[in-house]
Each structure stands twice: as C-alpha cells, then as structure tokens.
C-alpha cells in the first residue's frame, strides 16, 4: 500500500498517470488540507465537521451548488449550519492561496467519494468565483442556509 502510494506520488510529480490527473492529486490535496477536520474519506463527526462524503456530490449536481463550493473554498464559511439534524457553529478556513486546478481537483475527489458523476469542477469555476464579489465567511454561511432551504443542500 505503502509502496503503491510513492509510486503514485512520483508519476504524479513526473506528471505522468493512468488515472485523470486530478483524481490522484484530489485526494493526495484532500487528505493533506482537509482530512484534519473532515476525516479520511470525508465521513465528518457529527455536530462538528460536516460529512462531505455522499451530499458535496448532491450539492455539486446544481449550478448554484457548484458556485457554493467555489466561493466556500476562497471565502471559507462561519455560522450555525444543520447537517444531519445537527447544528454546526464552527469555522471553515479558506483555501485561496490554492491554485484554481488545486481546488478543482480536491472538489472533484470530494464529489467522487460517494457515486458522483464528474468532473463537476473545472479551473474556470474557481477563476469566476475569485474574480467576482468578494463574500464574507458570516455571508457565505446565510447563503449555505438559503440553499439548505431551497433543498440544494441536504
Ligand atoms: C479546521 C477545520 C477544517 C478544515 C481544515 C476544512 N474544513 Fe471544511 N468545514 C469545516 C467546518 C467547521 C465547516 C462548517 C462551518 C460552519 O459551521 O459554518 C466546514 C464546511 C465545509 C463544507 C460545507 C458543508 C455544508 O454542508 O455546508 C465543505 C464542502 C467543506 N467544508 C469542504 C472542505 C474541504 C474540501 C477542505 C479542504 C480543502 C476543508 N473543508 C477543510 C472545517 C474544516
């Protein structure tokens, strides 16, 4: 496993793969900048980190859920969010010191860990969600709440 995952490594950085080039990065950029708070394959802890594993893939399958997770990724999120019937009042940091590719390809592992079809990110997402508005972390937590409420959000 552990010799499977350095080879991994070194075709990735050779730049050479079999599978998508995001797919390996995705998840090798997930566990290192998300893994901490929303656990190894996305699964959350109840009433503190939201379960990313089987709802991203839901919340990505609408426009506006897709425009959600861009600007979530750039702005990071703060307010009381309800996942799973619990409340949430946490802080989600931002990640905008990642390229526009980084943070696709890590949403794309997100949206695959659970029966997503993709890839639902591309690049250009994160380019118009870093060059439009700014939103705050207090903004993007009502617009998660509205689109909870519009169902877009599980
Ligand atoms: C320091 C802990 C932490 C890290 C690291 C972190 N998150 Fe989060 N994330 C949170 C918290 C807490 C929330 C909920 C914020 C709130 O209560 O407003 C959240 C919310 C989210 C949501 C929205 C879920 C929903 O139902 O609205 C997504 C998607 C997400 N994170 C993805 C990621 C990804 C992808 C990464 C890595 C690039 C990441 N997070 C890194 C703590 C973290």
């Not at 990065?25 to 190894?40: K, L």
């Not at 609408?62 to 959600?68: A, Q, S």
């Amino acid at each position: 496993m552990r010799k499977r995952w350095m080879i991994a490594c070194l075709f990735a950085s050779l730049g050479v793969s079999a599978a998508p080039a995001w797919a390996e990065s995705g998840e090798m950029m997930f566990n290192e900048y998300c893994v901490g708070c929303h656990q190894v394959g996305g699964t959350g802890v109840p009433g503190e980190y939201p379960r990313l594993a089987g709802r991203v893939n839901k919340i990505a399958s609408d426009p506006r859920g897709r425009t959600f997770l861009a600007e979530l990724m750039l702005t990071g999120m703060s307010g009381t969010i309800t996942v799973d019937s619990r409340k949430i009042l946490g802080i989600m940091p931002n990640f905008d010191d990642l390229k526009d590719e980084e943070l696709a390809a890590i949403l794309n592992y997100v949206v695959h860990l659970e029966g997503g079809k993709g890839p639902a990110f591309t690049p250009q997402i994160l380019e118009k969600a870093r060059t439009g508005p700014k939103v705050t972390p207090e903004g993007m937590a009502e617009t998660r709440n509205s689109l909870a409420g519009a169902r877009v959000i599980p």
